[in-house]
């Protein structure tokens, strides 16, 4: 079984930068498309970025383009989002997830596997 954990999580001011890891057990993670996921209070969960399996290929959300970039080591078993020039927008809860395939997008039904989330708070 496949399981995700999601670390990096912070409080950072409006500008700032955080590096967000999702690292796997269980099973090997290059067999697998990952996509980031953020809920904010209130708000539906939301696609921020996904990545294929083998690293080629990457989407963004609109929101974050430019600002954020998803990769992944897989000889470590682990994904990364990298978040610069942060906003308040950006606040909320970051999951990780995983779908058995070469490619995925952006919609929650797409992934199987999902991780506990980590806490983003960009506030002054």
């Known amino acids: 079984q496949l399981q995700l954990v999601e670390s990096g999580g912070g409080l950072v001011q409006p500008g700032g930068s955080l590096r967000l890891s999702c690292a796997a057990s269980?099973?090997?993670?290059?067999?697998?498309?990952i996509g980031w996921f953020r809920q904010a209070p209130g708000k539906e969960r939301e696609g921020v970025s996904c990545?294929?399996?083998?690293?080629?290929?990457?989407i963004y959300a609109d929101s974050v383009k430019g600002r954020f970039t998803i990769s992944r080591d897989n000889a470590k078993n682990t994904v990364y989002l990298q978040m610069n020039s942060l906003k308040p927008e950006d606040t909320g809860i970051y999951y990780c997830?995983?779908?058995?395939?070469?490619?995925?997008?952006?919609?929650?039904?797409?992934?199987?596997?999902w991780g506990q989330g980590t806490q983003v708070t960009v506030s002054s």
């Open positions: 997830a995983a779908d058995y395939s070469s490619m995925r997008g952006l919609a929650r039904y797409e992934y199987d596997y």
């Open positions: 269980g099973r090997t993670l290059d067999l697998y498309a």
């Open positions: 990545i294929s399996s083998s690293g080629g290929s990457a």
